[in-house]
């Protein structure tokens, strides 16, 4: 399984892959919005030089022309490296371009899954991860995980190294209910971990086994015995 974080704020992007086994970063312009970077590469510079080289790191064109789509494609790699994973929104000039790039050796993530027929269409054109948006899917009465096992129960006929990438939560449950259904990787806003990790029984718990200690050992720790 993998694990990625969906935001592009740099203090949280540090604070994330310090804490969490965080396998890439994904962005998209709604999120770039929200930083208010005018200067678009050199923020995405910034979002790798602290992942590092290790990490992926998935970039959204804007374009809606397949040739667009592809110009813009190679502009990003030009910029930020042949390792860039490309972000394309599956529609019929995306899954052109997401074709044509992938059969140039281009790692490609193909967005704004909605529906399994998407899916299986962008397998087959070559893409490296199926974006399915979890929650926006819910919002409009398709069952998000029905879609997700669906996909990962055909990646076993599809020749490639596709994996499905679930995205757009809200909650906790969704997130560990993708996996359950056989996402293999989820990006998720830094919010949602924290709130994983922060629930008043976890702070208990912990609360406890300190009096625990304290009432046997005191003040001293493991490292003074």
């Not at 890439?24 to 005018?38: D, H, L, M, Q, R």
Request: proline share 3%; with cysteine; glycine share 6%.
């Amino acid at each position: 399984m993998e694990l990625m974080l969906d935001t592009a704020n740099l203090k949280e992007i540090e604070r994330g892959i310090a804490l969490y086994p965080i396998s890439g970063v994904t962005t998209n312009p709604s999120i770039i919005k929200e930083e208010k970077a005018e200067d678009f590469f050199g923020h995405m510079r910034s979002i790798r030089a602290l992942i590092g080289h290790g990490r992926s790191l998935h970039v959204q064109v804007v374009a809606d022309t397949s040739e667009s789509i592809i110009a813009e494609a190679e502009k990003i790699l030009s910029v930020l490296g042949e390792e860039t994973f490309i972000k394309i929104p599956v529609t019929e000039d995306g899954l052109k371009a997401i074709r044509i790039l992938s059969e140039r050796g281009v790692s490609v993530t193909a967005t704004a899954v909605y529906t399994t027929i998407q899916g299986i269409l962008a397998m087959l054109s070559g893409a490296r991860y199926i974006a399915a948006y979890y929650n926006r899917m819910l919002n409009i009465d398709i069952d998000a995980p029905k879609v997700i096992k669906e996909l990962s129960s055909l990646l076993w006929s599809n020749s490639g190294c596709c994996q499905v990438l679930a995205a757009s939560f809200k909650n906790v449950t969704e997130i560990t209910t993708a996996y359950a259904n056989g996402a293999s990787c989820c990006t998720v806003s830094p919010s949602l971990l924290s709130t994983g990790l922060h629930m008043p029984s976890i702070a208990k718990a912990v609360d406890d086994f300190h009096a625990s200690w304290k009432q046997v050992y005191g003040d001293m720790t493991i490292l003074d015995l």
